[in-house]
């Protein structure tokens, strides 16, 4: 397989923007792309657009309005591994010597939905049983604090961290920080989940240009190496389930870095899928960042920290950037580009040249999550 880079991203901010459609907020972020990498449409050979509440032919939509026409376009839906599994078609494409120049873009407006939980299929028994993505974490919070012996705290302080992480970030949807009184008094969601400890419901989008090596080149931008790029399902069964135990985030990323030839302690930050703050802490150890049932720790002694051990979603993760589901895995593609190439600003983790970037989701019937994406990216010279 040929190296491939990613060599220009652009995200438009995330929050609230009702009356703009998908497609509208997709067209934003690829204009960004070609106005910050100076690539002109007609040098773009495919393009991949991963979406879940957008609509038939959101790709046709998003790419016609910026010049990108008659050309192959994808839609992707994967839950909210869908941005993520479109940066994975196009990785594919570039890697298999298909193509030299392809864009992935993921978009969402979840505004139309109004508030609360986002609905789910029907043509599904949990889902039918009135199943919630609340709920569920919920449950796993539970099981992992009885098992840990940790208290709600130790959910609150991963919050408290990514919003600190956020207030920093332009992009993201909260850009205040919040104190651990706040988080633990916030409005109650499902025991022991307060409001504080739920990602919002966002709008937005963000685009990402992968191409060559000998394209990079000659366009110019700073680029990064994208080292694995692994998409992983999960595995059907109707036994007992472990809450605690994400097996889809360990086979994925295990496949990753063993593409890339790195381990857990290479990682200089990783970008998580934390809907839910205890999901940073399930994630984080399913990854290796941490020992099973210590994650609590690490967060507690600043090792997730932006200047810690490891950085963990140094952008404010889905906690403070917010998580308009399909556009998720592409601004998580996005942030950790600038973090390899120095340009990260105020959110710039020290020495960074290793990045995983993780999104997981999709509640279904018989798995612990429908789909995941893992992708390892570094510095390049």
Known sequence: MRPVFVAGAAVAPFGKHPGRSAADLGEQSVVELLRTTGLTPDLVEVGFVGSVYGGSLV???????????GVPAFTVENACASGASAVHLAWQAIAAGTYDCVVAVGTENLSNFGGGALPLTTADAEIAQGIVMPATYAMRAQRYLHETGAGVDSLSRVSVKNRRNGSRNPRAHFQAEVSLDQVNESRAIA???????????????????LCSKEFAAELGTPRARIRASVVRSGKFHTGFRDMTWPDITERASRAAYDMAGLSPADLDLVELHDAFSIAELL??????????????????????????????????????????????????????????????????????????????????????????SVHILTAED
Do not use: M
């Open 191 to 209: 025991d022991p989940l307060q409001l504080l400890h739920c990602c919002p419901n966002s709008d937005g989008a963000a685009a990402v240009l």
């Open 59 to 69: 790709a046709q939509r998003v790419l016609q309005r910026v010049g990108i026409s």
């Open 283 to 372: 994630h984080a150890e399913a990854l290796g960042i941490a020992e099973r049932g210590k994650a609590h720790r690490a967060v507690a002694d600043g090792e997730f920290d932006r200047d810690g051990r490891v950085a963990v979603s140094p952008s404010g993760g889905l906690l403070s950037r917010g998580h308009p589901v399909g556009a998720t895995g592409v601004s998580q593609i996005s942030e950790a580009y600038w973090q390899l190439t120095g340009s990260a600003g105020d959110l710039q983790v020290p020495g960074a040249d290793v990045a995983l970037t993780h999104v997981t989701g999709g509640g279904i019937f018989g798995v612990d999550n429908g789909a995941c």
